[in-house]
């Protein structure tokens, strides 16, 4: 059996059963019959649990005369990934707006939770980012083809017509390697956070570990920034009118 | 095409500036395995022993590409 957090058995106590018996529908052994979901999945269920309790409450009390902090709080962030979104895609980027937050909040708070201790980071393991930059792929093609129809096949096609069958597979690996590229960085540098804060908490448990937990506080902030970013760059790419 | 595109606007903040130029570290060695991943799944599906090198040439072409891109876009600012 694998090592389990406590919220991670007490959703394979509840759910093993169905969840197994789900993924064997889909022809998926698990590994572990009895203890089918994993920490990182666990660790994204109780995120997506925080938020959803989270946005309840700022809805329920929203105020325009007397603004919470909470709400405060999301006003600030809505405002600045608008802002962001604005200055890199231009006009009717607010459509956008909605997806970004979301894609904001849900890496944050992943990238925050293995701060608390009980907790790991879910985006420290590799298949939590790239559920985040499959999200952010589809997303932006989606949003290219709703832009420009059809005529979004031809962002594929290079330059020149002539060109179109060396581009097209050119195109088609590098839209694929960012997918790839926002993965691995934002695994590899949680991963790497977690791994330098837990080497010198062993070493000298006493007043380095928080410099180092400040510094991956910092990344985790960082991080979030530029996967955001980055997509909102893609998106900027895809409903360009200057193809 | 759209990595002209990405880098067409002007750049109002610096940050936005930083993760563009974070992303150049990645987008090389990321087209390239992109390139033989693609390859060497097609050389499983269609029973081929050569594709996964094809892969890997367009995935290091498709890497010069975009950083060449983001080079010319920096250089015209």
Known sequence: MPEQLWFTEILNH????????LLRTFHIDPKYPQA???????MEFLVFLFLVTLFFL???????DKPGGLQHVFEGVHGFVEGQSHE???HHSERFTPFLVTLTFFILICNLIGLIPGFESPTAVPVVPLGCAVCAFVYYQTQGFRHHGIAYLKHFMGPMWWLAIIMVPIEIISHLARMLSLTVRLYANMFAGD???M???????????IIFLGLH??????????????????LSGAVAEEH | MSGQDDNSKPDRSGWVQLARYSQLAFVFPAATVAGWLIGAALDRWLHTTWLYLAGLILGIIAGFVELIRAALSSARK
């Open chain 1, 14 to 21: 509840l759910f093993a059963g169905p969840v197994t018996g």
């Open chain 1, 195 to 197: 791994m330098v804060t």
């Open chain 1, 36 to 42: 089918p979901i994993t920490n990182a999945v666990a």
């Open chain 1, 199 to 209: 080497v010198f908490f062993s070493l000298v448990p006493i007043g380095v570990p």
């Open chain 1, 88 to 90: 890199i895609i231009g």
């Open chain 1, 217 to 234: 506080i910092g990344v985790s902030l960082l991080q979030t920034y530029i996967f955001v970013l980055l997509t909102m760059v893609y």
């Open chain 1, 58 to 64: 700022v809805r329920a009390r929203l105020s325009v």
